[in-house]
Structure formats: C-alpha cells, structure tokens
T-cell receptor, first 111, second 113 residues
C-alpha cells in the first residue's frame, strides 16, 4: 500500500505487503529528517533518520528516501505486520532546537 | 527503566484553574522540549530548553510557563486554563540539538471542562 500525493491521512495495507508513506517538507535549509511512529496512547517513538547529504538510509525492515530536489521524504516498511499499525510522522529540523512535524499518516494493517 | 517520564498521565480540570505537569529524563540529555498534540494528532513544539536555559518559545500564551530546575527536569505550569488547552502534552529530550534523536515521554492528557 502507498499513500500518494503529498499527504494522505490514512493508509490501509494488507499484512505482509510493503507500505510506503510519503511526506513533503517545506524548508529548503533543513538538513535532518526523522520518521516517528506513535502507537495509540503512547508518545512518538523514533524509527529512522536521514541527513541531507544522503538520499537513502536503511534500517530493520524500514527504508527512508530523501529527494531534496522536490523536498520529498518517504518511509518504506517491508512485510508490514500488525504491530506496524500506528500514526507515522515525518519531521524536519527548522534549526538546531526546533523540529517541525508533518500532519501524520494513520497506517492500518489488515489481517 | 523509564527514559522520559511525565506526571500526571491524565489531568481533568475546570476552566480557570492552574495546573502543572512534571517531566523528568534519566538519559543525561542537555536539551528538553514540550510539545502539544491536538485532537487531529498535529504535534507542535512549544518550548525548548538547553542546559536549563530557554531556547525556543513558539508564541505560546503567557499562561504557559516552563521551569527547568535542573537539566533532568522540565515542568510546565499552566495558569487560567481554557477549553482550548485540552490536548496531549509531550515532553521530550535529546543530547544537544534536534539532530540527535529526541526521546518522547508517554504524554499527559489534559481535559479542561
């Protein structure tokens, strides 16, 4: 499943499929980008980050892609599992002490 | 072991009251933050503190007053609570700058009646 366009508030994906969550950022000067996962009733949890001198970074089952030309960030989750159901936020640094968060995408995994 | 903790977890109060939320981190971080998350899940920075000094104040009403007694604690006091203050408030911390991973607390759910 994939959230298309700049932002979709919800994404429904079949268990075992790959998920792609997209995010557009606003500040050309941002040099650090992060993805957070927030489960119901909990605080945001760090997933993966990427600096502006890279265009791809991989973690365990997750990959972040950065396209600075169009100011676009994406998070790919491989083999989506029920535990991946959550709200996912992208964030960019505005300066050394401030992150700006996107609106969030709710991912629901269907069994 | 809890990295970033907040108390209370839930707070229900009447309009006009004054309340405080406490935050503590045991990660040895120098920078702490307060965020507000509204009913649409939008997460917005309110304050950033580095080594007990206020760095960022995001045009938050004067009714909100953060206090950092030491690097491990950042409390938030809210005077004259309004209905619009109802939200989830998250504390977070990082080593120095936001370019180093921020760890979030579990949140305080504030409901103003």
């Amino acid at each position: 499943g994939e959230s298309v366009g700049l932002h979709l508030p919800t994404l429904s994906v079949q268990e075992g499929d790959n998920s792609i969550i997209n995010c557009a950022y606003s500040n050309s000067a941002s040099d650090y980008f992060i993805w957070y996962k927030q489960e119901s009733g909990k605080g945001p949890q760090f997933i993966i980050d990427i600096r502006s001198n890279m265009d791809k970074r991989q973690g365990q089952r997750v990959t972040v892609l950065l396209n600075k030309t169009v100011k676009h960030l994406s998070l790919q989750i491989a083999a989506t599992q029920p535990g991946d159901s959550a709200v996912y936020f992208c964030a960019e640094n505005i300066n050394d002490y401030k992150l700006s968060f996107g609106a969030g995408t709710t991912v629901t995994v269907r069994a | 072991d809890t990295a970033v903790s907040q108390t209370p977890k839930y707070l229900v109060t009447q309009m006009g009251n004054d309340k405080s939320i406490k935050c503590e981190q045991n990660l040895g971080h120098d920078t702490m933050y307060w965020y507000k998350q509204d009913s649409k899940k939008f997460l917005k920075i309110m304050f950033s503190y580095n080594n007990k000094e206020l760095i960022i104040n995001e045009t938050v009403p004067n009714r909100f007053s953060p206090k950092s007694p030491d690097k491990a604690h950042l409390n938030l006091h809210i005077n004259s609570l309004e209905l619009g203050d109802s939200a989830v408030y998250f504390c977070a911390s990082s080593h120095m700058r936001v370019q180093e991973t921020q760890y979030f607390g579990p949140g305080t759910r504030l409901l103003v009646l």
